[in-house]
């Protein structure tokens, strides 16, 4: 897999390069060695990395929030089917609003800075909490069948039974979402124009139509990317390996 991918990459630069010296270019396709070298200057400028702190605190603001309102909600509304169906139509329309809807709506109301971390919420809860009530009301029956049988109470079921059955599905709904979530969140701060972040840079790097810039930080935004899905990755393979350990425990 790895000569693959490595493969797939000679490639993918290969074809770069070719385009690159024939249309000659550098404001429509800048040549891959610019873009490195462009690249690697900007870990020696310290705006480079207060872009990339505010971009990832607005995200992972976001990411946060809705990922615990909407595990609460999903708990709840498990609990108590009334809640559910209440929220279930919200849940719906939240669905089904375009992104850019909700980028103009919170930008108009919210302000440039303050719409980063809403958008990201707005754009991430609706998936969490799909993923959390399906995953809910497809537990196992033997779970269900021993809090009918025993009577615990609702705070108790939460900490011993669904919280720890949740957790393989928060990692990977986190995974995907918080990859999303960065990508929203740069896309929010172009529009937005913000004053620090990824996006302001993007933004100010297309006004002067300096396209290696903007290659050389859509690269970093790729780099993060694959940087949270390998975290994620590995934390569930640690996560899946401790539970394999301890259940063989339990069985000797």
Known sequence: ????????????????????????????????LAVISYFLSLFTTSKFYIAVIYTLKHVFSGFIVSLMVSLILAIIG???????????????????IPNISYIIICLIWFGSTKSVTIICFLILFPMFYSN???????????????????HESFIYKIFKHLLPYLVNNILSTSKTCLSLGFKVGVMAEILGQVRYGIGKQLYISKINLDMTGVFAYTIV?????????????????????????ENGETKC
């Open 1 to 32: 897999m790895r000569k693959a991918y490595l493969i797939t990459c000679c490639l993918l630069l290969l074809l770069w390069q070719i385009f690159a010296v024939i249309i000659n270019n550098d404001v429509i396709i800048p040549l891959p």
């Open 78 to 96: 498990y609990e108590y089917k009334v809640v559910k169906n209440l929220f279930e139509p919200l849940n719906i329309i939240a669905k089904t």
């Open 132 to 150: 959390f009530i399906f995953a809910l009301d497809n537990m196992n029956q033997d779970i269900k069948d021993v809090d009918i049988l025993y």
């Open 221 to 245: 935004i790729i780099i993060i990317g694959c940087l949270i899905n390998l975290l994620f990755e590995l934390i569930i393979h640690f996560y899946n390996k401790k539970e394999v350990y």
